[in-house]
């Protein structure tokens, strides 16, 4: 049983592009579901345009290859099934039927015209759980509007917080609430799953990014509504204690991120530093007046922090219990000691036919301790289990599946592929959007042996 | 009354501060009972936490833990004492799930381990939220939401590029650990369906923030290659503060771009809805040539953007199909309209600060909705409901455990 994970036997369709639904139902297929993601070969797959190709080469089949796309359609089988064909739209209603959940993030409407609502499948699944993803919900005057996650830190209120105070909102994240609204679309359809447990009912969820987005700003929105007050952009300070910051170390873009969050961290800083005379001084005593002072201490304390390296920095000062770490780029955190040593990455090795080999995911943040998770299997290929899902689970013969192929309802080949080139790392260096290119890093990850 | 969806559920909240509230108020909204376990004498730290009602720190006043605690009873327990330990073990009986998130051997510490807990009942789902897990080598480092980000490799490639790394101003890796921990702790129930097990979760806050910045690890070990802070805006990026980053509009700020479903809507096709079909296009022509002109865009754009009132551009640009974002304040998202239809507040009555609208419901279940059934609780206020109604401890030895410090 353990083995299983704590969702063995739910099947669930994944029928979702981008980031969000994906990852929800890459954790609930590294959970044991069986996630089937739905996709077609006549239309590109937009996850795999990230430019992540193993080891940089998009070889003969670029979209099996995206780095990116494995990650969030690792553990599920797939099956392509072009949907503006009867014979298509047939299959998957026959796959609605034998399944629990079905997720969709598809333009409101697009589901109905194909004959895949929810109305529709409740006809061939009765308890079946439906969950349409948009980016604003399905009632309301925003409800068209287009779901980018790239745009929700603004959209949903974290923007008005985030920034340099001297120059303007910024983004942190590349879609950052796309993950959150992921993790709570498996709480969410976990919920739905717990009620058809107790009444046999299934339901249609409306799953809208907007409102969980908003939802991690609870405090921000009582502000304003009992104080009429407004974020402000705070950099990475906190809005009462200081130090608070990040700091410049020896090297090149090398930082520590310091944060003392009470009187004793303070003084436990100043004498990690040698209680230099400035820091003894009374401007500097307490919370408030650190506060008040913090441009002048974040100078100072820089002075300080620039003739450690960043590693042994952060172990001197956590060691004294000050909440500090170095700035990790991801070369650190994927062979960082600790998380390797907790298994948060996962080693996996892919099909021989791939010519991708071993790679290294993460895993999840969590562990169970009777029915743990793992990534099951790589990221299917495109098509790649047509044969088990047509055949073994919906009952065609090998000569209907020909026939499916014929009529370009199955394929494994994109139909219209764009053209694949590499980036030139060599010019990402030069002008630095990436800070440094190891040609050994398989070697540096360990790739070879288990992570 | 409908039928919830997880009120077959009893949670046990030990945790403070964000994550595990946030992940109990979840189980709690859509149905669970949830009776909120808080350290006497002082309660969950969360309630010294601002922002506070009319900016008075008073513990009843928190806004942040009133929005976590909402639809939770309330009591006060010290671990510390013999008594207390006993009342724990009487209220885990016949719960679900305790969600805690003391330093990592704690409560082991005090003989309230998971091995303990699950003796005195096997279908107990307990999840540990810690900084760094129950174990490994950061196990006791101190945690913040700034050593998360730090430690994640979201920060080293967020920010300017010849400035410090940056995160955000609010601090989301507790909400993000909130979010994990309930999917998890739900998961684990799913499975107690088929196993009649309960199991212990250990999740950790800092991978919590690492699996948000997933990409970073699959880049390097697909690539080798290290991401920075981007050194300019480029066609196609949405960093910075240039066209297609955040810029000024007339009240406030905007994301404008030119996508408009796939591809990208021509110049002109743009300006056209800005409301300057006239202007010249020669620079613009194509994709490329915007890349290769992006001072010029930006020269020509910037000034007429700011002309526009930030609601006015979003919704004009988003009802025709265009990505547009708007940075919202909180007052935006106080008197959103999609918001307001959809639902998503609901007011309830505080003992102390009176009548509050709160947010909201994060997602739609219509055969069983999200409810607010009652306010955050104050300190210790159902001590006498739990520990006498429904433990049956006699009110002479309520005051006799009070006396203690018990409770």
């Known amino acids: 049983m353990g083995k299983k994970g704590p969702l063995a036997g739910l099947r669930i369709i994944d029928s979702t592009t981008m980031v969000a639904m994906p990852m929800a139902l890459h954790i609930m297929a590294d959970m044991g579901a069986e996630v089937i993601k739905v996709e077609t070969h006549t239309l590109f797959r937009t996850e795999a345009a990230r430019l992540l190709y193993a080891d940089n080469e998009p070889g003969d089949d670029p979209w099996n290859r995206d780095g990116s796309f494995n990650t969030l359609q690792r553990s599920k089988l ?36 194909l004959g895949l609502s929810y109305e529709d499948l409740k006809k061939e699944k009765p308890d079946l759980i439906y969950v349409s993803n948009t980016g604003f919900g399905h009632t309301g005057p925003w409800r068209t509007y287009a779901g980018i996650g790239r745009m929700f830190e603004l959209t949903c209120g974290l923007s008005q917080f985030t920034g340099y105070p001297d120059e303007g909102p910024r983004r942190v994240g590349k879609s950052f609430f796309d993950q959150h609204v992921g993790w709570t679309a498996v709480f969410a359809i976990l919920a739905a799953l717990h009620y058809r447990q107790k009444t046999g009912k299934g339901q249609w969820l409306d799953l809208a990014m907007y409102q969980i987005g908003v939802a991690t700003m609870g405090d921000a929105l009582l502000d304003y509504e009992v104080n009429g007050r407004n974020g402000r952009l705070m950099g990475n300070r906190h809005p009462y ?25 303070w003084e436990a800083l100043v004498e990690a530093m040698g209680s230099p005379a400035w820091a003894l001084e009374e401007r500097f005593a307490d919370a408030s007046s650190r506060l008040k002072n913090q441009d002048e201490i974040d100078e100072l304390l820089s002075r300080w922090t620039v003739g450690w390296e960043h590693g042994e920095l952060m172990e001197a000062l956590q060691g004294v219990g000050i909440p500090s770490a170095a700035v990790m780029n991801s070369r650190d955190v994927l062979t960082n000691p600790h998380m390797r040593s907790r298994g948060f990455y996962e080693r996996v090795e892919h099909r021989a036919d791939s010519g991708i080999g071993p790679k290294i995911y993460f895993g999840r943040p969590w562990k169970m ?3 743990p998770a793992k990534i099951r299997r790589p990221a299917p290929g495109l098509g790649e289990h047509n044969e088990f899902i047509l055949g073994d689970l919906l009952g065609r013969d090998s000569g209907e599946i020909g026939r499916l192929y014929d009529i370009n309802v199955l394929g494994k080949t994109p139909t219209d592929p764009p053209d694949f080139k590499p980036p030139s790392y060599q010019r990402q260096l030069e002008e630095g959007t990436l800070a440094g290119y190891d040609p050994d890093y398989a070697e540096i990850v360990g790739t070879e042996q288990d992570a | ?150 430690m994640s490799g979201m920060m080293y490639s967020s920010g300017a590029h010849d400035r410090e790394p940056l995160k955000h101003g609010h601090p989301q890796s507790f909400y993000m650990g909130g979010m994990i921990a309930a999917y998890a702790t739900s998961a684990a129930l799913f499975s107690r369906l088929m196993t009649g097990e309960g199991q212990h979760i250990d999740l950790s806050l800092q991978e919590s923030v690492a699996a948000h910045h997933y990409d970073s690890a699959t880049r390097y070990s697909y690539t080798g290659t290290i991401e920075r802070r981007a050194p300019k805006v480029e066609s196609g990026s949405f960093k910075g503060t240039k066209f297609e980053g955040i810029v000024p509009a007339a009240d406030g700020f905007i994301a404008p771009t030119m996508q408009r479903g796939r591809p990208t809507a021509p110049f002109h096709e743009y300006v056209t809805f800005l409301g300057h079909p006239e202007l010249d296009d020669s620079l613009f022509a194509d994709r490329q040539m915007i890349a290769e002109h992006r001072e010029e865009l930006d020269e020509v754009l910037l000034p007429l953007l700011k002309e526009w009132k930030k609601l006015e551009y979003f919704n004009a640009f988003m ?55 009652r306010a955050a609780p104050m300190l210790g206020e159902h001590n006498a409901e739990v520990y006498g109604g429904e433990l049956g401890v006699s009110r002479g030895e309520l005051v006799r455990l009070r006396e203690l410090g018990a409770i």
């Open chain 1, 78 to 113: 797939g099956v392509t099934l072009n949907l503006k064909v009867a014979e298509g739209v047939q299959a998957f209603k026959e796959l609605a039927r034998i399944s629990d959940v079905v997720v969709e993030n598809n333009r409101a409407g697009t589901m109905k015209r």
């Open chain 1, 241 to 265: 204690h200081a130090p608070h910051g990040v700091y410049p170390c020896r090297g090149d873009d090398k930082w520590i991120a310091i944060g003392i969050e009470n009187d004793g961290q």
């Open chain 1, 369 to 371: 301790s009777k029915t």
């Open chain 2, 1 to 150: 009354m409908l039928e919830t969806a997880l009120g077959q559920f009893k949670v046990i909240d030990l945790s403070t501060h964000i994550a595990g509230p946030l992940a109990a108020k979840m189980f709690a909204d859509y149905g669970s009972e949830v009776l909120k376990v808080e350290p006497a004498p002082v309660g969950d730290p969360a309630r010294g936490v601002g922002p506070f009602f009319h900016d008075d720190p008073h513990p009843e006043k928190s806004l942040l833990f009133f929005y976590l605690n909402c639809n939770k009873r309330g009591v006060t327990l010290n671990l510390e004492s013999a008594a207390g330990r006993k009342l724990l073990l009487e209220l885990v009986k016949d719960a679900d799930v305790l969600l805690e998130s003391f330093p990592a051997g704690y409560l082991a510490s005090l003989g309230l381990g998971y091995e303990d807990l699950e003796k005195v009942n096997p279908g107990l789902v307990v999840t540990s939220i810690t900084p760094f897990g129950q174990f490994g080598p950061y196990r006791d480092y101190a945690g913040s939401d700034l050593v998360y980000y730090a």
């Open chain 2, 319 to 373: 009802s025709e199909g265009f990505v547009a974002g708007v940075v919202q304040t909180s007052e935006d998202l106080a008197k959103c309209p999609q918001l307001e239809e959809r639902g998503y507040f609901a007011e309830i009555e505080h003992p102390v600060m009176g009548r509050l609208r709160v947010p909201g419901e994060m997602f739609r279940l219509p055969e069983c909705p999200w409810s607010l059934r």
